[in-house]
């Protein structure tokens, strides 16, 4: 296992598509979290999974964000729309079901133009 | 609501000196701390954890912290810093009640460490 898995590990988009992004947890991990992290600030927390269900949204979490992790196992972040405001780092980290033990992906950047 | 801060933008150290960042919390239960390292267009590096137990936590890279709870702090610290210590560094603190967006870590803003040679 080599750890958390995030493609793809750069996009540019222009505004007003779509965009998805995909991460594969630790195999064992039951609990898949997304941030976002903006230039100069530190990650803020989106969502998080416990299985499939998706236990947790932040208030970060316009409607124009989806996310998904249909088998328990991978997760996607949907974005629809998109604007320049969406530009940021999205980060994907896995843990056990004690939550104390994160694993952080590289990470997709996004560029919104 | 948990929170964290860390006061300094920036902190610069000369090698072979022992470097401190600070971090200081606010939750609503007993905190979970987490110390995480970031170098450019990369993700988070995870370096040391304090759940419970000792308040002195050594972690990767011969980095420490000390859990205060009194002053609710949890300062990263070491002995001897190295030129390739020089990165992005984020604190990080969830509550260890569930539920409620208490499993998702809050972040600090980071401090830019910089280690002079």
């Known amino acids: 296992d080599t750890g958390v898995s995030q493609d793809p590990r750069h996009k540019i988009t222009k505004r007003g598509q779509n965009v998805t992004f995909r991460c594969d947890p630790i195999?064992?991990?039951?609990?898949l979290y997304w941030y976002r992290q903006t230039l100069g600030q530190g990650p803020e927390f989106l969502t998080y999974?416990?299985?499939?269900?998706?236990?947790?949204k932040s208030r970060l979490l316009s409607d124009r964000f989806s996310a998904e992790r249909p088998k328990g196992s991978f997760s996607t972040l949907e974005i629809q729309r998109t604007e320049q405001g969406d530009s940021a780092m999205y980060l994907c980290?896995?843990?056990?079901?004690?939550?104390?033990?994160?694993?952080f992906g590289s990470g997709t950047r996004l560029t919104v133009v | 609501a948990q929170s964290v801060a860390q006061p300094e933008d920036q902190v610069n150290v000369a090698e072979g000196n022992p470097l401190t960042v600070k971090c200081t919390y606010s939750?609503?239960?007993?905190?979970?701390l987490f110390w995480y390292v970031q170098y450019p267009n990369r993700g988070l590096q995870f370096l040391l954890k304090?759940?419970?137990?000792?308040?002195l936590v050594k972690g990767s890279y011969g980095f420490e912290a000390e859990f205060n709870k009194s002053q609710t702090s949890f300062h990263l610290k070491k002995p001897s810093a190295l030129v390739s210590d020089s990165a992005l560094y984020f604190c990080?603190?969830?509550?260890?009640?569930?539920?409620?967006?208490?499993?998702?870590?809050?972040f600090g803003k980071g401090t830019h460490l910089i280690i002079q040679p």
């Open positions: 980290a896995s843990s056990s079901w004690t939550g104390v033990g994160y694993t």
């Open positions: 195999s064992e991990h039951n609990r």
């Open positions: 999974f416990q299985n499939e269900a998706q236990l947790e």
């Open positions: 939750v609503s239960g007993n905190p979970y």
């Open positions: 304090y759940i419970t137990g000792d308040n």
């Open positions: 990080a603190v969830r509550d260890n009640l569930s539920g409620g967006g208490a499993d998702g870590l809050t």
